[in-house]
């Protein structure tokens, strides 16, 4: 039930045609202060209507409001303020939480329709760094809130499988490179070699054009280039889906720019039959000035194409494909100029469709105030930074409970989800900088507090050992139990607006706001008291375990019922 739909009806039937009930909707606002109620109504927009002051107009209107919902109203200068019944507000959201359970908040915005994620996206021959971490978590976060609204999410992991990196790697393998070595430890020496490439390289530049004709003849099915690009994509992907199992993240395609190398000359075709190629200095362009864009290089002087090429028959492959409704690139930030390029270039071929698509930019992750680089090998490995958080949460939580069952299996959920929740509670254009010690942390805005508020809730239940009647009442209206039941009554607009803004950030924050609410709550409570309330108190905590369980989900985070 929407309550400020309500309000807003309630309103509507006082003050006329003046405002319609989706502008009064609109306009109501949620009080910065509890003291000041529950909904806000600010009379500034009908002074001109009813010539007559805005404080006038709300004590007009306060005397003449009435609803079952409204407990009162106060007229405070020129706001209407609004306390709801808690009693009815709270039976009500109680009820529906526990009937619809983990649905409670689905939406059908979406109707089946497709969404493609582009995410993640390692580059081939590299070992996964913590700057992989946040296209990759986003983009899983944005699939489960988008299937929650829907659509049908479709999780792609368009490796960096291709491009003149290659011609890089396969010089250094042949300069200094073993068969030997790079079996026995395969992304390791991989990165080493990347890395010698390019420290040499600033000393001896004609290295760059050996690795320029390299992946030139990649490009012509040279034999022993193609063989080489092989072995190092298959050696990449064991050790990138180790990872992506730790994470508990799959996708639906690992087509990677590889898998458009024959759909390109098709691309190419497009543009040429739609007349907006041109050529400058012997390269293939469109010209965007018309965008305040930058030419968008189509093919290289030498032939070669592009990655801008690739991710235009990419973009006609998904739409062929999959039809989408929306089609998401959760790409960093850096990279705003290579999409802006991209759907101007669609739009300049006619194809409307690219309007749907949207570059999800985000911030970095920092050490130390510093961006991580893998050219000149200052990475920071994914797979050692989740283990290490796996045993930092291992260390706390024998300390905390040590007869705990399954006590590894809870280390990994805690940890790995530490390190994404950390990740998705921060606005994902900001940066932020990161230390072990500030994640697995059990107090404080973390996912093990979230995990750890959870399984409390666990813990009452099992205590109880009862099923809540949802036929009996379940009203409560102490002040404690209210500010959980209204993070509860938000949750749909919650979802809404993660969906709208595509930012898991919202999630995170509602999850940790649930949290802090109910361990006051807990604190101020006597949850299992023998009174009439206790039922409803036991509705509470479930409903609340819900909600928690539900919001990690929607995060890529685990929820042990003990910890």
Do not use: C
């Amino acid at each position: 039930m929407d309550y400020k739909l309500i309000i807003a009806e309630t309103l509507q039937d006082q003050i006329g045609d003046t405002l319609t009930t989706e502008e009064i909707y609109t306009l109501l606002e949620k009080p910065k202060s509890v003291d000041h109620g529950d909904v806000a109504f600010p009379t500034f927009s009908l002074a001109k209507v009813f010539r007559k002051a805005p404080q006038q107009i709300a004590t007009d209107l306060g005397e003449k409001i009435s609803n079952p919902i409204i407990a009162k109203v106060e007229v405070v200068g020129p706001y209407l303020n609004f306390f709801l019944n808690k009693e009815i507000v709270s039976d009500t959201i109680l009820k529906t939480v526990l009937e619809e359970g983990a649905h409670y908040g689905d939406q059908q915005i979406g109707h089946g329709e497709s969404i493609p994620i582009d995410m993640s996206s390692p580059n081939i021959a590299k070992p996964i760094s913590m700057g992989h971490l946040r296209s990759t978590v986003i983009g899983n976060s944005i699939a489960e809130i988008v299937r929650k609204v829907g659509f049908k999410p479709i999780k792609i992991n368009h490796l960096g499988d291709w491009g003149t990196q290659f011609g890089k790697l396969i010089v250094a393998y042949k300069l200094w490179g073993s068969e030997e070595k790079v079996k026995a430890e395969p992304i390791n020496e991989l990165l080493r070699l990347y890395v010698k490439f390019h420290e040499v390289a600033e000393t001896q530049p004609e290295l760059d054009d050996e690795a320029r004709a390299w992946f030139k003849k990649l490009e012509d099915n040279d034999e022993e280039a193609v063989a080489l690009w092989t072995w190092f994509r298959e050696e990449s992907l064991t050790e990138f889906n180790h990872i992506y199992d730790m994470l508990g993240i799959t996708f639906d395609s690992f087509n990677g720019e590889a898998f458009y190398n024959d759909k390109m000359e098709e691309v190419v075709s497009i543009l040429e039959e739609k007349n907006i190629l041109s050529v400058d200095r012997g390269a293939t362009i469109v010209d965007l000035e018309k965008y305040n864009l930058n030419p968008a290089l189509i093919r290289k002087s030498d032939g070669a194409t592009l990655y801008i090429t690739r991710d235009l028959a990419a973009a006609l492959y998904r739409k062929r494909n999959y039809n989408f409704a929306k089609s998401l690139y959760v790409v960093g930030n850096e990279q705003s100029n290579h999409f802006k390029q991209l759907k101007a270039v669609l739009k300049e071929a006619g194809f409307d469709w690219a309007e749907d698509m949207h570059h999800i930019p985000f911030g970095l992750i920092t050490q130390g105030g510093k961006k991580l680089s893998t050219r000149k090998g200052k990475i920071v490995l994914l797979e050692e930074v989740l283990n290490e958080a796996v045993a930092s949460a291992n260390e706390q939580i024998s300390a905390k409970n040590p007869d705990l069952k399954d006590k590894e299996k809870v280390a990994d959920q805690v940890g790995i989800g530490a390190v994404v929740f950390h990740d998705l509670k921060n606005d994902r254009l900001n940066n932020f900088d990161f230390t072990i010690e500030e994640v697995v942390r059990f107090e404080g805005e973390t996912g093990p507090y979230v995990q750890y508020t959870r399984a409390r809730a666990m813990s009452i239940l099992r205590k109880a050992n009862v099923d809540i009647d949802l036929t009996a009442p379940l009203a409560l209206s102490d002040s404690y139990s209210w500010e959980v039941v209204k993070l509860l009554q938000e949750y749909p607009d919650t979802i809404s607006r993660a969906y709208e803004k595509f930012e898991p950030s919202v999630i995170a924050k509602h999850a940790i706001h649930l949290a802090q609410a109910f361990n006051k709550y807990y604190a101020n409570s006597k949850v299992l008291a023998y009174d009439a309330e206790k039922p409803a108190r036991l509705a509470l905590v479930q409903a609340v375990a819900t909600i928690l369980k539900e919001d990690l989900r929607l995060l890529g985070v685990e929820a042990p019922d003990e910890m």
